[in-house]
């Protein structure tokens, strides 16, 4: 069974930085690019960044450029988000999902399998 599960999320303080975790079974991980999306109360869903199967970043969320980073561990059939300098604009569900080959993309509805998510939450 295809399984994607988001974790790491809750209530930080502007400034904090979070690590949210995305871990996969069921397939063959190594062969899927991990997109990172989120989505805020009353927007639509948001493409972030997106890490290939050759680990290379692409940023797709110019809000997140230089603040947020993406990296994956193979043995471990996870991903990670790294999120630094949180403002309250982040606040959303966090989510990742997995495309088949190497390529990325910033659309949620082009990938293969997808997360519940995370709930993110930045407030003073």
């Known amino acids: 069974q295809v399984q994607l599960v988001e974790s790491g999320g809750g209530s930080v303080q502007p400034g904090d930085s979070l690590r949210l975790s995305c871990s996969a079974s069921?397939?063959?991980?190594?062969?899927?690019?991990i997109g990172w999306f989120r989505q805020a109360p009353g927007k639509e869903r948001e493409g972030l960044l997106c890490?290939?199967?050759?680990?290379?970043?692409?940023v797709y969320a110019a809000s997140v450029k230089g603040r947020f980073t993406v990296s994956r561990d193979n043995a471990k059939n996870m991903a990670s988000l790294q999120m630094s300098s949180l403002k309250p604009d982040d606040t959303a569900k966090y989510y990742c999902?997995?495309?088949?080959?190497?390529?990325?993309?910033?659309?949620?509805?082009?990938?293969?399998?997808r997360g519940q998510g995370t709930q993110v939450t930045v407030s003073s």
């Open positions: 890490i290939t199967t050759s680990n290379s970043e692409i």
């Open positions: 999902a997995a495309r088949h080959g190497q390529g990325c993309n910033a659309n949620w509805d082009e990938y293969d399998f």
């Open positions: 069921g397939f063959t991980f190594d062969n899927y690019a």
